[in-house]
């Protein structure tokens, strides 16, 4: 059975976004980039929110079209086009790009994704992860520590009734300071 991996880029005080849904902080070379497309190449398929979806699709589908676009760009973008994409939503049908729309989070349903799926199942965003960690349908985490401190912004998690054991498979720093930290979930 394949994995649902949380992968999300943080602040050092936890802030995935910050205010305005701010991003321009998330530190990106072409040796991050390079690795998450080497991790990202390898998965079954991307499992998005409806907003994650949409900007990803205002800038990938065409970023190798780019002449500005880097090597590791032009190679996420076929990456992003080719894999199998799971869009929840409550207000999208039908999404393009390879993807297949679910109106809300389904244990069963998210139990058959990951034994068709041929490869591990990678997720980002906030909200959409609170609504798989409530069902207990996180198996791993790779947190990305960006070198920033942003005081305020939206939090990777919020506050929930949700307690697990973690253990570290992982840790690794970037030449541009950033930190991949990688846990798998732990029976309790």
Same mark, same amino acid.
């Given at each position: 059975?394949?994995k649902?991996?949380?992968q ?11 205010p ?12 991050l980039?390079?690795h998450?497309?080497?991790?990202? #190449?390898?998965m079954?398929g991307f499992?998005?929110?409806? !907003?994650?979806? %949409?900007?990803? &699709? +205002?800038?990938?589908?065409? $970023? ?8 590791a ?5 076929d ?9 929840f939503?409550r207000?999208?049908t039908? #999404? ?8 809300? !989070?389904?244990? %069963?349903?998210? &139990? +058959?994704?990951?034994?068709? $799926? ?13 609504s ?6 996180i198996?791993?985490f ?5 070198p920033v401190v942003l ?8 506050p ?28 309790a």
């Amino acid at each position: 059975m394949h994995k649902i991996i949380l992968q999300n880029a943080v602040s050092v005080d936890g802030f995935f976004e910050g205010p305005g849904r701010d991003i321009s902080w998330h530190l990106v070379d072409e040796e991050l980039h390079q690795h998450m497309n080497d991790e990202l #190449a390898a998965m079954g398929g991307f499992i998005e929110g409806r !907003v994650t979806f %949409e900007l990803m &699709a +205002e800038y990938w589908p065409a $970023a190798d079209q780019n002449p500005d676009s880097s090597p590791a760009e032009v190679q996420f973008a076929d990456i992003w086009r080719d894999t199998p994409k799971y869009v929840f939503s409550r207000t999208l049908t039908e #999404a393009p790009w390879n993807s297949t729309v679910f109106a809300d !989070v389904v244990p %069963e349903q998210i &139990a +058959e994704l990951k034994a068709q $799926a041929g490869g591990d199942l990678v997720m980002s965003g906030a909200d959409l992860a609170a609504s798989f960690l409530r069902k207990d349908l996180i198996d791993e985490f790779r947190i990305y520590v960006n070198p920033v401190v942003l005081g305020e912004g939206r939090r990777m998690l919020s506050p929930a009734e949700y307690k697990a054991n973690l253990r570290l498979m992982e840790s690794r720093a970037f030449g541009n300071g950033v930190v991949l930290l990688r846990y798998e979930r732990v029976a309790a």
